[in-house]
């Protein structure tokens, strides 16, 4: 049992943050997605291998395209912000190279954390004077807490989705009677208007 709650607690960390080192042709965009929960408070460090003839550019934006960090000419740095909303951000760095020119791969380095993990404890610590005990203690606690409200959220979409199900059933349902109820007026009309049709040609009597 206790074996499965640190693989639990290790999944976790892992998901609070996360490191990536890929390369960026010139004249070419490439960008990096993750959904992050509301009220999250997100940081990253960034670097990104110098190349005379290539300019780098840094954009992070949430699904309704609004520019949460913005940095032309990125070489190294450090950005943060804080989640209004649960959301796909987007960050993209793109290589621009002049006219005519095509510039070697530039290496980038992407360190990205958010909730507990994007926390500094050290300052916390400092500001209000904690033993490291009650920094751990305190770490623990905020983790605890993500946990829950992750919880929390995965409980409620799991209501919106039921609620989502069962009111498509209903609306099939009654869909269904109502196509029903049309084929067989349908049907009764055509038996009717036949009859009518047989008996005016005197085929029946």
Not at 98 to 127: C, F, S, W
Not at 153 to 181: A, G, Q
Request: charged share 30%.
């Amino acid at each position: 049992m206790s074996r499965f709650f640190v693989l639990f607690f290790v999944f976790i960390l892992i998901d609070f943050s996360f490191s990536i080192t890929f390369f960026l042709p010139s004249n070419l965009r490439k960008c990096l997605r993750e959904e992050i929960h509301k009220d999250v408070l997100v940081t990253g460090e960034y670097e990104v291998s110098e190349q005379p003839t290539a300019k780098t550019n840094l954009k992070i934006t949430d699904s309704s395209g609004h520019t949460l960090y913005s940095k032309e000419d990125a070489s190294k740095g450090k950005f943060a912000f804080t989640t209004e909303d649960y959301d796909m951000f987007e960050v993209c760095f793109e290589s621009k190279s002049p006219m005519g020119t095509r510039a070697p791969d530039q290496q980038v380095d992407l360190d990205m954390k958010h909730g507990v993990e994007a926390k500094n404890y050290e300052e916390i610590a400092k500001v209000e004077k904690l033993k490291p005990l009650e920094v751990e203690l305190r770490r623990l606690e905020d983790l605890s807490e993500s946990i829950v409200n992750d919880f929390a959220y995965m409980k409620k979409r799991e209501e919106e989705m039921r609620d989502t199900n069962e009111s498509t059933n209903t609306r099939v349902l009654y869909f269904s009677i109502f196509s029903m109820c049309c084929l067989i007026g349908l049907a009764t009309w055509q038996v009717f208007y036949l009859r009518r049709f047989f008996k005016a040609k005197k085929l029946i009597e």
